[in-house]
């Protein structure tokens, strides 16, 4: 097998990362592109040009990863729950404009196989990638592969009920794991202590304006040495220990990668999350220790994971 290139994609809601990648996981080329979550065939469109103008002689395949369900069969898009983006022929419709091999997946499997080739899961074989940005994604690497599942759809883990009756879930349920331990947990835990607590830096960072209350203010409040800031930040990051700890019961990683916008927050979230996790994982004092580590590579994972995925694939077909 030659060296090989391969352009890499991270399709969301609300931007296309777009990279050109060495066999190594150098990011040779890179471009951005705002998309339309209520768009898909303009999204599409969009996808298909960024790939013709990144494309050389060098380029073997393109990957894309992709914010929803994505059928390993056929590399369609079925459902997106935070968008309105339904059965969405990726792969097919990439191949025949561009004329090379597509591979599509997951956006957070993506993001986990860039992570363990290059990123915090180098050097394990079995990883969990927990992508904490609006809701929650998720990637599972075992041993040495991604894992997809029958069909595609594994490690959808933000959409786990844990609390019967709770907030409204993009997916229709009720109590989404995404819903109490994702970003728009700590958003709304956000508007709630502000509200409650008008004297605290947080609701002054708001202007006295509770709804106004975002992440980032949470985080910045918190990182300022608000007690209310940091009491948000340790609800929400309770809540994803203790998920982790029920995923990691059932998957049996090495090491856990936390991903996502909100891992700005750093320790202010992954502490309360690392120990809720030792409480509740079962049989914590009888199991290797498992590490629940920071992301490294940003928002640059998705489209790195995806072009090195689409390359190895190659190889594999290949083989
Ligand atoms: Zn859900």
Redesign the pocket.
Known sequence: MGEGEAIGLDVGGTKINAFRVARDGEILDRRKAATRADDEEATLAQMIELARQMVTDDVLAIGIGAAGMVDAADGSLRFA?NLAWRELPIASRMRDAIGLPCQVDNDASMAAYGEYRFGAGRGYRHMLLVAVGT?IGGGIVSDGRLFRGAYGFAAEI??I?VEPGGPK?????LG????VAGGRAIDRLGRERARAYPDSLLARLASGDPESVTGQLVTEAATRGDDVAIGVLAEAGRRLGEGIAGLVNIIDPQIVVVGGGAVVAGDLLLEPARAAFVDAVEGEEHRPRVPIVAARLGNDAGAVGAATLALEELGRMRA
Request: proline share 7%; glycine share 28%; hydrophobic share 15%.
């Open positions: 729950p809701g933000g959409h009920i879930c993009g997916c229709g349920n989404c794991w995404e819903q």
